[in-house]
């Protein structure tokens, strides 16, 4: 009589939308660590200055700004430096971006190895979230050098205890720019066009969010337009960072639970799409 044979794992359809697997996500946890080394190391590799492009781009992003916006439209800063308020913004946008535009590519740039190998699907975008943040915590390490910098000069930027809530505005950017991107995945299986429209977008985007002006301006000058820059979610995470590190800017509670809010339902929904698309998407794409 033949023993019955034993499986160390067994490969079974999911049973419902809102089964995600923990589990199954922490059994593949070396996987992810293997993920984030790659896009940490390997993103700049065969390239001059490597790593350096993490500082490059928003400071020479930052000085643009200065030119253009602060320069010759005179953009108000809320009487704050112009290097420390453009990137304050930026820090925030750039996470926020970074996380949305690869993560809404994850099915069209990682189908040969979806077609190959079973692994949790959420393993891709979850380890750009995280690899994202290590180049946020560098950008943001030139940040405090420039805010060293205007305090050695003498300017003192009001520095106070809602810079505490780094971490919670970090989480929601991260769960914004996954949720984003989980469903824009899920939806370019079938519409290829959406890519571009994604990319386009996401610029749009920036100048409906107060990166290169201040809440105050809009408040003052375009009120007609409130409602929109209120509506987005971005908008009480940014002027959070600002008033927390700066002291300047508008902070509210409910804002910001409005965007955790936001957050979180852009998350289930974009867990839901992804898990029902990653079932039968080779079939598609």
Same mark, same amino acid.
């Given at each position: 009589?033949?023993?019955?044979?034993?499986?160390?794992?067994?490969?079974?359809?999911?049973?419902?939308?809102?089964?995600?697997?923990?589990?199954?996500?922490?059994? #593949?946890?070396?996987?992810?660590?293997?993920?984030?080394?790659?896009?940490?190391?390997?993103?700049?590799?065969?390239?001059?200055?490597?790593?350096?492009?993490?500082?490059? !781009?928003?400071?020479? &992003? &930052?000085?643009?700004?200065?030119?253009?916006?602060?320069?010759?439209?005179?953009?108000?800063?809320?009487?704050?430096?112009?290097?420390?308020?453009?990137?304050?913004?930026?820090?925030?946008?750039?996470?926020?971006?970074?996380?949305?535009?690869?993560?809404?590519?994850?099915?069209?740039?990682?189908?040969?190895?979806?077609?190959? /190998?079973?692994?949790?699907?959420?393993? /891709?975008?979850?380890?750009?979230?995280?690899?994202?943040?290590?180049?946020?915590?560098?950008?943001?390490?030139?940040?405090?050098?420039?805010?060293?910098?205007?305090?050695?000069?003498?300017?003192?930027?009001?520095?106070?205890?809602?810079?505490?809530?780094?971490?919670?505005?970090?989480?929601?950017?991260?769960?914004?720019?996954?949720?984003?991107?989980? =469903?824009?995945?899920?939806? @370019?299986?079938?519409?290829?066009?959406?890519?571009? =429209?994604? @990319?386009?977008?996401?610029?749009?985007?920036?100048?409906?969010?107060?990166?290169?002006?201040?809440?105050?301006?809009? !408040? !003052?000058?375009?009120?007609?337009?409130?409602?929109?820059?209120?509506?987005?979610?971005?908008?009480? /995470?940014?002027? &959070?960072?600002?008033?927390?590190?700066?002291?300047?800017?508008?902070?509210?509670?409910? #804002?910001?639970?409005?965007?955790?809010?936001?957050?979180?339902?852009?998350?289930?929904?974009?867990?839901?799409?992804?898990?029902? /698309? !990653?079932?039968?998407?080779?079939?598609?794409?």
């Amino acid at each position: 009589m033949m023993e019955e044979e034993k499986w160390s794992l067994v490969i079974v359809p999911k049973t419902g939308l809102f089964k995600l697997d923990l589990g199954e996500l922490w059994r #593949y946890r070396d996987l992810l660590v293997m993920y984030i080394h790659r896009d940490i190391v390997t993103f700049y590799k065969q390239t001059i200055l490597g790593p350096l492009w993490f500082l490059i !781009q928003p400071l020479f &992003t &930052t000085l643009m700004f200065m030119f253009v916006f602060g320069g010759i439209a005179g953009i108000s800063t809320d009487g704050l430096p112009q290097p420390l308020f453009y990137m304050a913004g930026l820090l925030c946008w750039n996470y926020f971006a970074e996380c949305l535009n690869r993560c809404s590519d994850t099915f069209n740039a990682n189908q040969n190895v979806f077609g190959k /190998v079973y692994f949790p699907r959420l393993i /891709v975008p979850l380890s750009i979230v995280v690899s994202s943040i290590v180049k946020m915590g560098i950008q943001f390490g030139l940040f405090l050098f420039i805010y060293l910098y205007y305090i050695v000069g003498g300017y003192s930027p009001v520095l106070n205890a809602y810079a505490f809530l780094l971490p919670l505005l970090i989480l929601i950017l991260a769960g914004l720019g996954l949720g984003f991107g989980l =469903l824009i995945s899920s939806l @370019t299986t079938k519409y290829r066009d959406l890519r571009f =429209l994604v @990319t386009f977008g996401v610029q749009l985007w920036m100048y409906a969010t107060p990166v290169i002006y201040p809440l105050s301006v809009m !408040q !003052q000058d375009h009120r007609q337009y409130m409602w929109l820059i209120l509506a987005n979610p971005l908008t009480a /995470v940014i002027e &959070t960072f600002k008033f927390g590190f700066l002291g300047e800017g508008t902070f509210s509670w409910w #804002y910001l639970g409005y965007s955790f809010c936001f957050m979180a339902v852009v998350m289930l929904l974009g867990m839901i799409t992804f898990n029902k /698309v !990653q079932r039968s998407f080779m079939d598609v794409i």
